[in-house]
DNA sequence: TCAAAAGTGTTGTTCATACACCCATGG
DNA sequence: CCATGGGTGTATGAACAACACTTTTGA
């Protein structure tokens, strides 16, 4: 008993020490998230770059993405990362909130060089994504930019910022996270043949792979559950090929 | 030429966009460094928690950590992430500045859920290390700390804010990387057994390991060059081992 | 129009590697 | 008791070979 009422001092304490609480001067930083979204076009690894309608860097390609909503009131300080960053989806790709809400952001990192960004401070949050190619022709300019379109990635212009190096880590990310987990299933529509994922495999990693030894890779899916065949076929350069849908858990 | 006329007149342009630039209104977030640091103390994986000194959550342990210095002065926006975290690092661990700059620091994550920090809008970046044992003991309160000490990961205190879940975060980070890395080397002395790396990865992934398989993996990093072979060997609870080192690249 | 050639996916084999599991030895 | 050192079987991936089916090419 004489614990609870020690803790409920505590406690007291804390609570009059929040409501007594005026947040400091001290130099905040502005905070952004950026997505870098991938997608397979032409069969070719692209992805989203929004051209800049404001200075700085005014006419540069960047990569899209804005400021976190926050604030200091303490019944609602915000939205959190992982929502600004399906916001900023849905408002610079002009996705409705449906399909903008199932694409599954991965944070990549934090990204804070002083000077990345001449106006101020700012640090920025990077989320990477993998659209279906089946949503990728939807997207179009949204918000507060001059233009959208889909970039292979060798064929990248000038990036505003640090988004260069933004961009890289996250497809060192995606590499790194294709190889453990079977997020390519992203990359592809619904159902898929087995050479359509290994040529998306082909695509991420930037070279050609073995088509008997993917295959057995793809069957051992198969049979582990993680893929399961899809009704119908479908007519390929050489022989019609069976049609693979992901199972979802 | 004309080109060349444009491209200044651009460049102009955004020049004078940044001269007349003031930071907007904008309700920024406070963002900190927030520092994961593990070590083997006593055949144990420790991590590093300080005492609070201050509300909120005064008396609770916590991370260590503290604010990123920032300003929106064109000429010096202030400290990198990185350096922030180095910093905080040594302030609180009270390390010299040579020994605290020799750890290698690893982005985790950025954290910013609302409500984490309850006095104002809080984003975390967090980091995590690998403390060299003949380090940890050098640890000592410093800074606006009430105390530090080292806690095994399986007898952890209530931590404050969101920080169980960042360490959380920052464990699976460390096996993750472990397995495809030989950072573990940052957990023993400079010289080692095989026994003991063992010890130390079985720690780590928190179950025991076969000795011959991994001695096995662990000779062929010798023959790799990862590994050297050093002078001496060691008394162990059997037949005495040879000590090796690990080869800085 | 038909047949050969080229392209592509399929199926099977070989080889090397790495790990799981087991066991004898010796300090 | 436990690290050492060795052994075997299995799973996996790399590389390669033979084959099936379709499309293209050219006589």
């Known amino acids: 008993m004489v614990k609870k009422r020690a ?4 406690d007291d304490a804390e609570q009059a020490f929040l409501e007594g609480y005026r947040p400091g001067a001290f130099p905040r930083p502005s905070v952004t998230v950026d997505l870098v979204i991938f997608t397979v076009r032409d069969r070719v ?9 404001e200075h700085p860097f005014k006419g540069r ?14 019944l609602d300080q ?12 849905a408002e610079e790709t002009g996705l409705d909130a449906e399909r903008a809400g199932k694409v599954r952001l991965e944070q990549v990192g934090a990204f804070g060089a002083p000077g990345r960004d001449p106006r101020m401070r700012v640090i920025s949050v990077a989320y990477c994504a993998l659209l279906r190619p089946t949503l990728a022709p939807l997207v179009r300019a949204g918000g507060d930019v001059d233009a959208a379109r889909w970039y292979p990635l060798d064929e990248l212009p000038p990036l505003a910022f640090d988004h260069a190096t933004i961009l890289d880590r996250a497809l060192a990310h995606v590499r790194a996270r294709l190889e ?8 592809v529509p619904e159902t898929f043949t087995i050479a359509e994922l290994r040529t998306v495999h082909e695509l991420v990693y930037g070279q050609s792979l073995d088509p008997g030894n993917f295959r057995k890779r793809f069957l051992r899916m ?6 399961e065949k899809a009704r ?7 022989k019609p090929a069976s049609v693979y849908r992901f199972v979802r858990t």
Not at 61 to 74: I, Y
Not at 78 to 89: K, Q
């Open 222 to 227: 198969v049979e582990e559950g993680v893929l």
């Open 180 to 187: 453990s987990s079977p997020i390519a299933f992203e990359l």
């Open 232 to 238: 119908g076929s479908r007519a390929t350069a050489s």
């Open 78 to 89: 915000g939205e959190s990362l992982d929502d600004a960053a399906h916001r900023e989806l």
């Open 7 to 10: 803790r409920e001092t505590d």
């Open 45 to 53: 690894l692209s992805t989203l770059l929004v051209r800049r309608g």
């Open 61 to 74: 390609w960047a990569l899209p993405g804005g400021f976190v909503r926050v604030s200091d009131d303490r």
